[in-house]
């Protein structure tokens, strides 16, 4: 092989080298710009995921803005809110200020024991009652059961006093209460299959979609807050005329408590 051609090939495999790098090169330059196209991709998706979810955690959640949309008072109220909520008859002397809570255990076990009692009382005119409902369970064991049920207790009011009480009671029962840790009445079903054991709420339409509508749901609040304002801390809490009374433990006791009440 002469000199020239030996020297020709060295410099073609030269060139082919050098092209060879410069190919490698673009491909490796191209590479890198995808990296990092899909790096910038990656951070811009995860910086708007993180934006979506601060924006949706800091938005008001559905009894945030229950608490400032219309509010419709259920009949049979008074007051600005429709918060005071008196049941008897106008002629009795006395009220008993009653301070419940839908979803407490020991509400369930004083209406189980006195609740009829208390019925009876305020059909005979001993006393009226004042009804003042409390929702703070739904932050003590978390849920939304105690607010839902004093709506739907606004519901029956709505329906008439009578129906209320029955509600009440029923809500309450031994077969329909829940433990304190099931939330059972943040279910409007569960509200409704309860209403059905009361003759006057049982296939009530207008009812039924106050309930599933939330018609009350403002009422529910500002009632919640007529309770927190009132001092009183737990339920059930019983007063005659302002004064508290010590929560008896059974009907007789019950009696024996009001009547001394009503005579102070």
Known sequence: MS???SQANKAAARERLRADRERQAKKDK??????VAGAVVAVLALAGGVGY???QANQPGYWEKAAKAELVKP?????DDGTTVVIGKADAKKTLELYEDSRCPACAAF???AGEQVKKDIDAGKYKLQYFGATFIDNAAKGEGSKNALSALGAALNVSPEAFLDYKAALYSKELHPEETVDSFAK????IKVADTVPALKGNAEFKKAVEDGTYDRWAMEMSKAFNKSGVTGTPTLKMDGKKIETPSGPEAFTAAIDKALQG
Do not use: M
């Open 30 to 35: 191209v590479r890198r710009q995808v990296i």
């Open 75 to 79: 009949k049979n109220t008074t007051g």
């Open 3 to 5: 000199s020239r051609n």
């Open 111 to 113: 209406e189980q024991s």
């Open 188 to 191: 409007d079903d569960y509200l």
């Open 53 to 55: 979810a601060v924006v």
